[in-house]
């Protein structure tokens, strides 16, 4: 049974579409995250929603719009795709305690190639 | 100076080595320390996590931190080849949904 999915798991897209991302966690987590991991690996938050709320919002361009409609999914999407948004991109999950979301479950990732 | 700093490697070690790994931080407000282990092609995994300073151990695996000098570690006993992976570090403040910060991570293979 799987605690966190992602589709699709590759997406191949030209410059200037259109793409989404979704995401489920059966987990019952209140907490969920959207990850990029570029070419070196480096892992960087994009967004955070608890609860279907925006928590974090990091800086990123507004192609990028993420949508929770329920507080087990998170979907992104992404406008007018650029060469620089190829990546591997993971969706997590984590149930806050106090806050703190220290054990965060991590999706198997969409890798993102743009030419 | 990065958040967190993490030597990249790869780090290729004979099967049974220990192995250490390290990351160093900036941020004195970071409180929870966490390791994850990112397999090929897949999504990190929680490994162990440790708050403040102090040691913890977990089979074969011992986090340590040192809040002093802003210092973290992750000890491998008798390393296997099933470890061979990317160890991601990871730290976050106690503070109401501080964002975590991972370290580049180091790539780790285990020759059998």
């Known amino acids: 049974d799987t605690a966190v999915s992602q589709t699709p798991k590759y997406l191949v897209t030209q410059m200037g579409n259109d793409k989404s991302i979704k995401c489920e966690q059966n987990l019952g987590h209140d907490t969920m995250y959207w990850y990029k991991q570029d070419s070196k690996k480096f892992l960087k938050i994009m967004f955070s929603y608890n609860n279907k709320e925006l928590i974090i919002n990091e800086t990123v361009p507004n192609r990028f719009s993420p949508k929770s409609p329920d507080k087990a999914h998170l979907n992104l999407h992404i406008n007018s795709l650029e060469l620089g948004d190829s990546a591997v991109y993971f969706c997590?999950?984590?149930?806050?305690?106090?806050?703190?979301?220290?054990?965060?479950?991590f999706g198997p990732g969409t890798r993102l190639t743009v030419t | 100076q990065k958040e967190v700093e993490q030597d990249p490697g790869p780090l290729s070690v004979p099967e049974g080595a220990i192995v250490s790994l390290n990351c160093t931080y900036s941020?004195?407000?970071?409180?929870?320390f966490m390791w994850y282990r990112q397999y090929s092609r897949k999504g990190p995994e929680l490994l162990m996590y440790t708050y403040s300073s102090g040691n913890k151990e977990d089979g074969r695996f011992t986090a340590q931190v040192d809040k002093s000098s802003k210092y973290i570690s992750l000890f491998i006993r008798d390393s296997q080849p099933s470890d061979s992976a990317t160890y991601l570090c990871a730290m976050e403040g106690d503070g109401s949904y501080d964002k975590v910060i991972f370290g580049p991570g180091t790539s780790l293979s285990v020759i059998p």
């Open positions: 997590a999950s984590s149930q806050e305690g106090g806050g703190v979301s220290y054990e965060q479950y």
């Open positions: 941020n004195s407000a970071f409180q929870y």
